[in-house]
């Protein structure tokens, strides 16, 4: 077994509720993920990233690791992005503190957090944070598994977020949807 898997899976097990994947994300994926990034990114915010499997396409479509943010809970997986990753700023804690962290002005924001593991309060204060880090009319670029946004309907309307289906992953293991969301119209 690879060791990437191998860590992903054993944090899944010890901690299902913040890994809400059986697998890390495949190529295609995050390739359609990163799909409008490239060299020209500045900011760009990546939350959850586990092993770094999305982190890796942002990467390979261009972006500069100095202009990454990778935002994580799960202290393993910030030690081994720490070493896949050395210049691209990695912070250990949750995605609802990015303003304590002084994220301002990000391009674009990329998640794969299991924001249907999430209750609706606590997606409202990391969906708060991620707007605010955002500069006005850029996206939140979010997976799920299911076959509808993944965010509650009710949090949607009090952030008056706005949604975009991306594209569908039929190759993912297990297939996923990408959604892209904005605040306003």
């Known amino acids: 077994m690879p060791k990437n898997l191998a860590l992903f899976l054993g944090q899944a097990l010890r901690n299902p509720t913040h890994v809400g994947a059986i697998a890390p994300s495949g190529l295609i994926l ?3 993920m990163a ?22 396409a942002i990467i390979e479509a261009g972006v500069p690791q100095e202009n990454l943010v990778l935002v994580e809970l799960n ?13 691209a700023n990695i912070i250990h804690g949750g995605a609802q503190e990015l303003g304590k962290h002084g994220i301002k002005g990000a391009e674009t924001v990329v998640s794969g957090l299991p924001f249907l593991n999430f209750p609706s309060g606590l997606q409202h204060e990391i969906l708060s944070a991620v707007f605010d880090a955002l500069e006005p009319g850029r996206e939140l670029v979010q ?33 996923a949807s990408v959604y892209e969301f904005r605040r306003g119209g």
């Open 30 to 32: 995050g390739r359609l």
């Open 35 to 56: 799909r409008d990034l490239g060299p020209h990114s500045k900011l760009v915010v990546e939350i959850g990233p586990g092993t770094g499997s999305l982190t890796r």
């Open 75 to 87: 202290e393993a997986f910030c030690k081994t992005l720490a070493k896949r990753y050395p210049r």
């Open 143 to 175: 997976f799920t598994y299911g076959r509808k946004p993944p965010i509650s309907p009710q949090v949607m309307q009090n952030l008056e977020l706005t949604w975009h289906l991306r594209g569908r992953v039929w190759a993912n293991f297990p297939p």
